[in-house]
């Protein structure tokens, strides 16, 4: 396999295709923590993180992921390298700032363990749908050169009893074998709150399987658990995380700085950008990302080379529509 993936990095720098190129460098450190070089994998990182990112603008073969789990640990796990940037995402000061700092914790994970601590890795990510927690999960992934993993909740959950605390600790045994960014994504169905009366008794068993998994590892892989309902969560769950991260709706200010960047292409005034930003108030990152592709496929529907401003006002006022009638659709 290093071989390959060797060639694979010949082939991408012959080619000048950076993103092939980033992508085999990056197996190629996984490849090296998978065979224990921990330090060598380490290093790989962090030279491929202070790397420029280039978009691939030349076709060329495409590496083998390895990242990809097969076998039993794929019905169970989904995921590979991510792309994605700080760049590319847009938090609030607070919010992020405290994923810069985690970022920073673990890049410098030995000289932080050289003082017997390690860096925060454990992290539960709460709040309202749409506003970043999953894309927060793969610019985690992105920036620190890990597979992303995601959690199958369709194989994780079984019938049989026991049998999804079984593929619970199969998981967690992947951890130190395959370090990565592990996200549970709608953990609610996993931590839910035990003293539930509507819960039979092998929820309760995931949940407490769950939280001996957690206790018990010292792996190098970060655990994301991403949730729109906290309020659903056992309360004992908290406590083994190391840090949690309420992400909220965007303000006025967050969306002046998400609809140039959805539209960066187009080079949007300011002034413009301010109005479009107080029409979109109340919706969230993701309805307001999609309203801006509404706009764009109404300017292409009119044959024109630039959204204009009746488009994107149009598209934010009908995706606010849309968040009215969920409540009666839900019905």
């Not at 454990?122 to 749409?130: C, I, N, V």
């Not at 993701?286 to 309203?291: E, H, I, M, Y």
Request: glycine fraction near 6%; include cysteine; charged fraction near 30%.
């Amino acid at each position: 396999m290093r071989t390959q993936i060797l060639k694979q990095l010949l082939q991408a720098h012959s080619a000048r295709d950076d993103e092939s190129f980033r992508k085999a460098a990056l197996q190629l450190a996984a490849s090296e923590s998978t065979a224990g070089h921990i330090r060598i994998a380490n290093e790989l990182r962090e030279i491929i993180s202070r790397m420029p990112v280039v978009r691939r603008t030349v076709e060329s073969a495409t590496p083998i992921d390895i990242a990809q789990p097969r076998g039993e640990v794929g019905s169970l796990l989904v995921g590979g390298f991510r792309s994605e940037r700080l760049g590319d995402i847009v938090l609030p000061a607070r919010t992020h700032d405290q994923i810069v700092r985690i970022l920073s914790e673990n890049r410098r994970r030995a000289e932080i363990e050289r003082w017997g601590v390690g860096p925060k890795r454990k992290l539960l990510f709460y709040g309202p749908p749409g506003c970043g927690k999953t894309l927060t999960a793969c610019v985690l992934a992105g920036e620190l050169g890990m597979p992303l993993m995601t959690v199958r909740f369709d194989g994780l959950f079984s019938r049989y009893l026991g049998a999804t605390a079984s593929h619970l600790k199969t998981i967690f045994d992947e951890l130190p074998r395959r370090p990565a960014v592990y996200l549970f994504d709608e953990f609610d169905a996993v931590g839910k709150f035990r003293g539930d009366s509507q819960e039979v008794g092998e929820i309760r068993r995931v949940v407490t399987s769950f939280l001996q998994l957690m206790d018990a590892d010292r792996s190098p892989s970060l655990i994301i658990a991403a949730t729109n309902y906290e309020e659903l969560l056992d309360r004992a769950v908290f406590r083994r995380f190391d840090k949690l991260i309420h992400f909220r709706l965007p303000i006025k200010s967050n969306l002046e700085q998400l609809i140039p960047l959805r539209l960066r292409v187009f080079g949007l005034p300011k002034a413009l950008v301010k109005r479009l930003a107080a029409a979109a108030i109340g919706l969230s990152y993701a309805d307001a990302g999609r309203a801006c592709d509404d706009a764009l496929r109404s300017m292409v529907l009119d044959h024109r080379e630039i959204p204009s401003e009746e488009d994107l006002v149009g598209a934010f006022e009908e995706a606010k529509v849309r968040l009215e009638l969920k409540p009666a659709a839900a019905e």
